[in-house]
């Protein structure tokens, strides 16, 4: 197991509007810790042996830290922007490598498969050619111009349009997609994933949106998200081995992979590899 | 049984519990595989993992003479390799992207899968009716103490006393399971059928308690 990497990173460690002062009991890389509020109603999160550990409220997550954060949290500039919806989806509790997670949400070509008639349909299989790159001033994994024919791609769309999508990868467990937004062509609609890592086969994901909905219940973006995620996790809990191989020789890539090529090279580069596997076994 | 199944042939599955165009999961001694039959009745056993990105295959679906990942729809031919990517449907799948698959046949109403080159075929049950495969929380040897009885080298076993009318065909799952095929001889009416069936079930209570007990490791 190597942590030293990943240890002075930000993971998410619950919803903001859920805590209370009995705190509740999770965990952070294989770490008992307990998230609760004080009288004043700020965060607050401490170890299984009672060490304080740092703590920020962003993006409706209580974010923390094992080790010592020497960065600020990534920046998401629609999150202050007027207008939007903030739609805390809770959290999915997924048997598998945080890695598998970030690297699931990546991925376009599953949606005809995974998430059918909702993401994708048959006979519309095909991902064109998108770009990737690792930005090297901000050090994220982007890939852009990603273009996709969705059945129904948001609660706010009727019918089949072809979407198009932006990632992001500025933290080793945390991704943020930018899609097509139908009642706004101008503008995206940001749907987050921030992975809490567990163990290195065991992850709570927590995806989180800012949207412009004005028309969607909160229930319905919430349930529209979690329909997403639970059959993400039916492919998630079933991939073997559960950790993400690094070894370029143990899973075969292909064009529409590209993105996840650029994650797993980054992953490796900076030696992010809790949930991974080095070595083919 | 032997210890050495490199050729020798394992029972995985009753003929009856797959039909055509479905996919189950099933277990040879070198692991997990995906079980097939092709719309046009032809069984297969792939290995389970998906070269892509390590999808279990017994998850996946068949369409045509074809198995394909529910990952990615990528689809697998009979011999194991790759067909179609549907994500560059242009492309021609490279050679190099393959699942390993494993000698299949079928006597008696039971599918068996060889690793490696088979130097005979499997027997032939002759007699025997294949009736329904159950999994038991005990090791070949409890269900043997169980039965009165040795597993023969395929792994059958036919009980000493009151249960004449049944065989096992024993095959070894993970965690200490196993999985008995239930094989019934002579008259095979509704009520022979129904007898036997507990009868093999009551074996393998019988050897779940012998297990517990630590009688037979």
């Known amino acids: 197991m190597t942590m030293q990497a990943m240890i002075d990173e930000w993971y998410p460690v619950g919803l903001f509007s859920q805590l209370d002062q009995a705190g509740r009991t999770t965990t952070l890389m294989e770490e008992p810790i307990i998230v609760a509020c004080d009288a004043d109603g700020h965060a607050k999160v401490t170890s299984g042996n009672g060490r304080t550990l740092p703590v920020l409220v962003r993006y409706g997550h209580v974010w923390s830290s094992l080790g010592e954060p020497r960065k600020e949290l990534f920046p998401i500039p629609e999150a202050d922007q007027p207008g939007r919806r903030f739609v805390d989806v809770g959290c999915v509790r997924v048997r598998c490598s945080p890695l598998r997670a970030v690297e699931n949400f990546l991925d376009i070509a599953h949606f005809p498969f995974v998430h059918t008639d909702i993401l994708g349909a048959e006979p519309h299989t095909e991902v064109q050619n998108y770009k990737v790159e690792i930005r090297e001033d901000v050090d994220e994994v982007w890939a852009t111009q990603v273009k996709f024919y969705q059945p129904l791609a948001a609660k706010s769309a009727s019918g089949g349009i072809t979407t198009e999508y932006m990632y992001r990868v500025p933290a080793p467990t945390c991704s943020v997609l930018y899609k097509t937004c139908p009642p706004r062509p101008s503008e995206w609609d940001v749907i987050t994933l921030f992975v809490q890592p567990l163990a290195e086969d065991l992850c709570d994901v927590w995806p989180w949106m800012a949207l412009f909905d004005d028309v969607t219940s909160m229930t319905d973006l919430i349930h529209f998200q979690q329909t997403i995620f639970l059959q993400d996790r039916s492919i998630l809990e079933n991939q073997i081995p559960r950790l993400l191989p690094l070894d370029p020789g143990m899973e075969i890539p292909t064009r529409a992979d590209l993105t996840s090529v650029a994650y797993r090279r980054w992953l490796k580069r900076h030696n992010y590899t809790y949930g991974a596997q080095l070595v083919a076994q | ?217």
């Open chain 2, 1 to 217: 049984m032997r210890s050495d199944t490199t050729g020798s042939w394992t029972p995985v599955a009753l003929s009856r519990d797959l039909p055509a165009g479905t996919v189950i999961p099933a277990r040879i001694p070198a692991g997990p595989i995906a079980l097939w039959r092709s719309e046009s009745g032809c069984p297969t056993a792939s290995a389970n993992r998906c070269p892509h990105r390590g999808m279990s295959l017994s998850h996946g679906f068949v369409r045509g003479e074809a198995l394909s990942c529910v990952y990615h729809g990528w689809s697998y031919a009979k011999a194991g390799n790759c067909l179609r990517i549907p994500a560059h449907p242009g492309l021609t799948p490279p050679e190099a992207i393959r699942v390993k698959t494993y000698a299949v046949e079928e006597t008696g109403g039971v599918i068996w899968v060889a690793m490696g080159e088979p130097s005979s075929s499997p027997m032939k049950l002759e007699g025997l009716l294949a009736l329904r495969s159950l999994t038991a929380h005990a090791g070949i040897a409890a269900i043997e103490a169980a039965a009165g009885a040795k597993a023969g080298p395929e792994g059958l076993v036919e009980p000493a006393e009151g249960t004449e009318a049944i065989c096992l065909l024993l095959s070894a799952q993970e965690n200490g399971e196993t999985l008995i095929h239930v094989l019934l001889r002579g008259e095979a009416g509704p009520a022979a059928r129904i007898a036997a069936s507990r009868a093999a079930e009551s074996l393998r209570r019988k050897a779940e308690d012998l297990q517990k007990k630590g009688i037979a490791q």
